[in-house]
């Protein structure tokens, strides 16, 4: 199976703070990765990294065979980020609109993509509502809305289903494994241990380290462990004395 993400020993410094060390990971095309990993992990600091925004300090990243930061490439991937990019005192409508027209979205292609990414997400009905009237879950399903715009080969979602409830949780899940049969490449963090079941690849970061990977049954099956929190409890060194 093609790579179409290629972190290769990528480390991280803010000032004298290392926050990643020597990261190496491959996203296969047509997969959901998730990166499961404590607040503080870095899995912010990866994903931005893979996304463009930030460069590595050493290492290098490769997203669909080109070096990253490269912003042609940009506009092949939906980054999703963990605040909301949103201007509120717009309409869900004019919001999704300013970011089409960020990726050249224009005119009748500009409309249906708007009606899609909508509908995709829910919140057809809601868009002519300011957003400063949406609730917490419907900013971050219009932020998914707008990653989703100019149909990128790879999507990368920060956290996506923070403050969403369980119900629009499945629903966006729902959604992620249709875009992913329909060939986009995902790549979603998470802190939550039922979410990173959904992945068929995981990756757990600890204190800026990747401390193991592998889909979610093999690292069970591995560590003989019955839940993905147990496996990761046991790469993270804590051992089960029992
Ligand atoms: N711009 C920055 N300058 C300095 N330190 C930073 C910066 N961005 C992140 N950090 C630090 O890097 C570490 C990792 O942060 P990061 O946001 O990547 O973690 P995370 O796993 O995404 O956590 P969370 O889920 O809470 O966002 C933290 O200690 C954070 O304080």
């Known amino acids: 199976m093609k790579s179409v993400i290629h972190v290769s020993d990528v480390s991280k410094n803010y000032g004298s703070h290392q926050v990643l060390e020597k990261i190496s990971l491959n996203v296969e095309k047509n997969k959901i990765y998730g990166l499961l990993g404590p607040s503080g992990a870095g ?10 925004i930030e460069t590595p300090t050493k290492g290098s990243i490769k997203v669909l065979d080109t070096l990253m930061p490269n912003l042609h490439n940009m506009t092949r991937i939906g980054f999703m980020a963990q605040s909301d990019a949103l201007y509120v005192e717009l309409s869900g ?33 809601f868009l002519k509502k300011p957003v400063h009237q949406y609730s917490g879950g419907m900013k971050r399903r219009l932020s998914l809305a707008a990653a989703l715009l100019h149909e990128p080969e790879i999507l990368i979602l920060d956290e996506p289903t923070v403050g969403i409830d369980p119900v629009l949780r499945q629903s966006i899940w729902n959604e992620l494994y249709k875009l992913s049969d329909a060939g986009t490449t995902i790549l979603v963090t998470t802190h939550v241990m039922d979410e990173a079941e959904k992945c068929g690849h995981l990756g757990m970061l600890r204190d800026g380290r990747l401390i193991a990977s592998g889909s979610p049954q093999e690292l069970k099956e591995s560590t003989a462990s019955t839940t993905i929190e147990d496996a990761f409890l046991y790469y993270g060194g804590v051992r089960n004395e029992n």
């Open 43 to 52: 899995k912010t600091t990866l994903v931005k990294m893979i996304a463009g």
């Open 93 to 125: 409508k004019e919001n999704l609109e300013f970011f089409a027209s960020i990726y050249g979205l224009k005119g009748q292609k500009q409309k249906e993509r708007i009606e899609h990414a909508a509908s995709l997400v829910n919140l057809t009905e």
